[in-house]
C-alpha cells in the first residue's frame, strides 16, 4: 500500500513540531489525589482545529463549549481534566467550563475564544474550582509533556494511549482516554489528535469525521454516546509544504494516517476496556451495504452474549450468528458464513464439524478474531470490543462512591 | 378502574376450563437429565390462536413452523422443549421442528397443522430427536399440568413464572420463559397464554400486540431479540357468552385482563433475569410522545451503567439523564425531573440536594424505581429491567460448556 503511515516508537501528542503539554495533580476527585487528573495541551503557533462529540442530548458543558469555540475553525490549547464530567451541571457547570479555559488562557497566554475545554469522570458534580484555580498555574508545559497529559485523563483506564505517526513529511500524533467498556452506554472517550501538517480547516474536519467512522466509531453503536465524548484534531502547519485540502497532492497520505492512528487508538481502548482481559476484532464481509456491515460487525462486538462467551472461552457461535440477525443489516442464515481465529465454524448457515480444542486455544488467547462473511455484496467493516468479565461489574457497581 | 383483573391464587397456564399440560424428563441436554425438559399444552376444544416472534433475521426452526402454522388463526397444541433452541441447525432442523410436532399430535389425537413448538437453549446444536421419539408419549396431560410445564421451560431462570386472571366470567392463563437478563441481546423469551373466553381471531392476534407493547416489549429493546422469542395465545370459548371482538361488549375486560397478566408475567421475569438481585422499574411521565416515553424508558431499563449503578445501591443518577439523552427520545435537559424511590434527586435538569442515605435504602431493596419526568407532554411509559451482577457474566461464560 502506497502512504503507509509509520509508526514513531514512543510517539504521542506532543511529537508532532510545535505542541507541549503538561498536567498537575489537582486533587478534583479527593480520593484521587496522588494521581495527574488537569493538564493542558498547547500548540506554539495558531491552528486549524476541528471536533467531533457526543451526539447524546445531555451534553456536557465543556462539549457545548467547545462546539461553539471550533464553529471557526481554530483553536490552540485545550485544557483537560479527569475526576469529574461537568455534565448535568447546569449554569454552574457552564460557568466553570468557561472559567477554566480563561485560566488556561492566561496560563497559556492564548485567547481564551481559542481554548477548549473537556472533562470526564463522574456525571452531576460540579468541578471544585478553587482547587482548579490553584492548579492551573503549576502546569508546566513541555515538548515531552504527552505522555503525562494522557495520564491526566485516564479515569478507569489501565494503561494511558498515545501514538504517533509519520508520512510524506507531516507526523499526527495523539492520546485517548478509554471508553469503558466499549458498549453501547460507554464511558466517556476523550481523544486529542495533533499534526504539524498544514491542513485546511473544512478538510481537517472531513477527515476527522472518515477516520472516526472506521475507527472510534466502530467500537460503539451510533447515538450510544456519553455526555462528554469529544474528539479533537489540531493542526499547526508547521512541517511546512503545501497546504492539506480536498483533492490536494498530500490529502490521500494524510488521511491514511489519521485512519492508522486512530485505529490503533481505538483498538488499544479496546483491549483496555473496563475489565477486560481479550481483544475481540469482528470482521464483516460480503455484506450488501457499508452501512450493512458497520451495524453487523457492531452488534457483534457489542453483543453482552459473544462478550461474555469469549471471556468464558466457549465456542457459543450461534451468538455471533443471532446478532447478525437483530443487527438491522440484511442478512440471509443460509448464506452466512463464520470464523473463529482462522477456523471455520459455519457454512451456508449450518454448523461444520470443527476442532474445537483449536477454537477454544483461539479464544484463550488475548486477541479473539471473529469473521462473518455475509455473501450478499461487496461490503465489508471492522469493530472492535472486548470480553465482559464480572471485573466489569464490580467496577461500574461503585463508580461514584 | 372498572374491569380490573384480579389474580387468581396459584393460577396457571391450566387454570382456563378445558386446558391441559405435562411434562418430562427427556434429557435433551443430558447433563440436566434430572429436570423436566419436554412438555405438550393442549386444549380440549378447537382454539382461535396468535402468536408474537422474534423479528431478529435468523429464526428457529419452530418460530418458522408457527409462523406459518398459525397463519389460519387457529391452534390446538403446543410441544415445547428447553435444553435446546433448534436454531441455526438448516433443514435438519426444521425436519426435527416437524417430527416433534407430528409426534405430539399423534399422542395428543390432534392434527400436526393445529400443533405448534417452541424450543429455547443453546443455538446451533440439532434437537437429539431419539430422546425426543422416547419421550413424548410418556407425557400425561392433566388440568394440573401447567405448572410442570412452566418448569420445563426454564433454562437460567430460577423460578417458573405463571399466573392466572379473571374477569368478566372468563379466565385468561399463561406461563414464561424468562428473558435472560432482559437485555437487548437476550436470551429467549417464551409465553403461552391461554383463556376459556370465546375471542375471533383478528382481535385475539391484535390483543396480544397491544399487551406484548406494554410488557414483554417493555422489559427489552426493539428488534433486539433472540432466535427463538415466542409468545402464543389460544382462546377456546369453553367459558362460553358472546364473541368477544372488536368494539364488543367485553372487549375492552378482555384487553385490561390481558394486559395485567402479561405485565404481570413481564415484571417477574425481569426479577428473575440471569444474575438480578433487584427488579427495577422505569417509569417514564411527560413525553413529547408515546414512541419518547417508550424509547427513554427502555434505554434507562436496558443501560448497563444504570443496572450496575442499582446493583451497587450507588446513586449515580446522572447515568439515568445520559440514558435518556441518547435514547433517540426528544429531551429538553433543563426540563428533566428525576426521582429514585420517592426521592427527588434533578429538578429542572440540575441536581436538588437530597438525602443519600434515604436514596440509598431504597437502592438496597429489592424493587427499585426510578421515575423521569421529561416534562416535554402528555405521554408516559413503563419499562422492566434487573440490576447486572458479577453473577450474570458467570452464568453466560460458560453456557454451553
Known amino acids: 500500500m502506497k502512504n ?84 448535568c451541571t447546569g449554569k454552574q457547570g457552564m460557568a466553570d467550563a468557561i472559567e477554566t479555559a480563561a485560566l488556561a488562557a492566561r496560563h497559556t497566554g492564548v485567547k481564551p475564544e481559542e481554548t477548549l475545554t473537556a472533562s470526564t469522570g463522574v456525571i452531576g458534580v460540579t468541578l471544585p474550582m478553587e482547587r482548579i484555580r490553584a492548579a492551573i498555574p503549576k502546569i508546566v508545559l513541555t515538548r515531552e509533556g504527552g505522555h503525562d497529559l494522557a495520564l491526566a485523563i485516564m479515569t478507569t483506564d489501565t494503561v494511558p494511549k498515545e501514538a504517533a505517526v509519520k508520512a ?15 458498549h453501547p452506554d460507554l464511558a466517556t472517550m476523550l481523544c486529542f489528535l495533533t499534526t504539524d501538517a498544514p491542513v485546511e480547516a473544512a478538510f481537517l474536519r472531513k477527515a476527522l469525521r472518515k477516520a472516526a467512522d472506521i475507527s472510534f466509531n466502530m467500537m460503539s453503536v451510533d447515538n450510544d454516546n456519553s455526555t462528554n465524548d469529544t474528539a479533537v484534531i489540531m493542526a499547526n502547519g508547521m512541517a511546512g509544504g503545501g497546504m492539506i485540502k480536498k483533492g490536494g497532492k498530500r490529502a490521500e497520505a494524510f488521511q491514511e494516517a489519521l485512519n492508522a492512528l486512530c485505529i490503533y487508538l481505538a483498538k488499544e481502548s479496546a483491549r483496555d476496556g473496563e475489565g477486560a482481559t481479550k481483544l475481540i476484532e469482528v470482521k464483516v464481509s460480503g455484506a450488501a451495504s457499508l452501512k450493512d456491515a458497520r451495524l453487523a460487525a457492531r452488534a457483534i462486538a457489542g453483543s453482552m452474549l459473544v462478550k461474555t462467551a469469549v471471556h468464558g472461552s466457549d465456542p457459543n457461535w450461534g451468538r455471533v450468528l443471532a446478532a447478525a440477525g437483530r443487527s438491522g443489516a440484511e442478512v440471509t442464515p443460509e448464506k452466512m458464513e ?15 464439524p470443527f476442532d474445537k480444542e483449536e477454537v477454544v486455544r483461539h479464544l484463550d488467547g488475548k486477541e479473539v478474531t471473529i469473521a462473518l462473511n455475509l455473501h450478499l455484496g461487496r461490503w465489508a467493516a471492522n469493530a472492535w470490543g472486548c470480553d465482559l468479565s464480572e471485573e466489569y461489574v464490580k467496577i461500574n457497581a461503585e463508580y461514584t462512591t
Open 4 to 87: 503507509e503511515a509509520e509508526f514513531i516508537a514512543g510517539g504521542g501528542v506532543t511529537t508532532p513540531r510545535g505542541f507541549l503539554a503538561g498536567a498537575v495533580k489537582a486533587g478534583i476527585k479527593y480520593a484521587d489525589r496522588r494521581r495527574l487528573d488537569l493538564g493542558i495541551l498547547l500548540s506554539e503557533t495558531p491552528c486549524a482545529a476541528a471536533g467531533l462529540f457526543t451526539t447524546n442530548k445531555v451534553k456536557a458543558a465543556p462539549v457545548l463549549l467547545d462546539i461553539d469555540r471550533l464553529k471557526k475553525g481554530t483553536a490552540r490549547a485545550v485544557v483537560m481534566n479527569s475526576g469529574g464530567a461537568n455534565a
Open 168 to 182: 510524506d513529511g507531516f507526523t499526527i500524533g495523539g492520546i485517548l482516554k478509554g471508553a469503558g467498556m466499549i
Open 338 to 352: 463464520l470464523y473463529i481465529g482462522g477456523t471455520g465454524v459455519v457454512k451456508d448457515g449450518e454448523p461444520v
